[in-house]
């Protein structure tokens, strides 16, 4: 039989993402609704090593719902990825009397969080924090949304100056092995093109297709380039290989970046994380453990932490098509 819970621990880890604050809210009311104890941990596994602990209760989440990043901070630790960081870990947490912890983050950080579990037997949930959406198990990672709304405003203004001087504009977002946040912004956006790892476009294709825009009429034209593209070595060789084979545009370059991650939440990652929350901990009190909270379906489920880290997120394929019928 399962201890039972009575105090529970929270930390974010990895890249921050809207929506982590909503989730911390969501994590700490829900413990007070069932009056356990919840405590904050900051900087992510590196302060669980540390024991840098905070207790939170209903109150200590006012105001931040709407907040982007998160108010416990973030940091990558390599000490827990070594047995004794993780035993140092486990004392912090065994000392504290928490007797189950909630990891609001990707597939680094669930990994992580498995590995802990499997060596103290440490009860453990995960909630999908990363605005990539590349995590199997959910249709949706916290501040996905969010990313997508902040960089199709970025693209309408980009288009404004693309199409005021007859310019091609190259735009990187982000996703270093997913096209989730390419493919979405570059429909909602009007790109010409969109280049993302799982499709292999060509730079010959990529040039005939650009040609064809012209001669149908386009004076302007924005191409959408994932991160992780393979096409070129980076953006800025894709502007350069153009340059040389195209004539009568001129070509420029914006890479988004970290803006893409920052800004607050939308609605939808809002009630998201909120969903989450209750679930992650409501999952804890009733035994559960080692499971990532997603969203499938529109309904709230359960995927093995494993399952979670070790599967793939797929593209979805009718977008693909639309995106192709949308540039003609």
Known sequence: MPKAIKKVAVLTSGGDSPGMNAAIRSVVRTCAY??????????GYEGLIEGDFKSMDARSVKGIINKGGTI?????????RTVEGRQKAFKQ???????????????????????????????????????????????????????????????????????????LFFVEVMGRDVGHIALNTG?????????????????????????????????????????????GKNIFELKDYVDENMEGYDVRVSVLGHMQRGGAPSCFDRVLASRMGVKAVESLLGGE???????????????????????????????LRVSDIMST
Do not use: W
């Open 187 to 231: 429909i909602a956006g009007g790109a010409e093109e969109i280049l993302i790892p799982e499709e292999d476009l060509g730079l010959d294709r990529l040039v005939d297709s650009l040609n064809k825009s012209r001669k149908s009429g386009k004076t302007s034209s924005i191409v959408i380039v994932a991160e992780g593209d393979k096409i």
């Open 34 to 43: 069932h009056n356990i104890e919840c405590v904050g941990v900051y900087r």
């Open 72 to 80: 416990l901070k973030s940091a990558r630790s390599k000490e827990f």
């Open 289 to 319: 453990t080692n499971y990532m909270v997603g969203l499938l379906d529109n309904k709230v489920e359960l995927t093995p932490l494993e399952k979670a880290i070790k599967g793939k997120s797929k593209i979805n394929l009718e977008l």
């Open 93 to 167: 947490l065994t000392d504290a009397n928490v007797d189950g912890l909630v990891v609001v983050g990707g597939d680094g950080s669930f990994t992580g969080a498995l590995i802990f579990n499997q060596e103290f037997d440490f009860p453990v949930m995960g909630i999908p924090g990363t605005i990539d959406n590349d995590i199997y198990g959910t249709s949706h990672t916290l501040g996905f949304d969010t990313a997508l709304n902040t960089v199709v405003d970025a693209i309408d203004k980009i288009r404004d100056t693309a199409s005021s001087h007859n310019r």
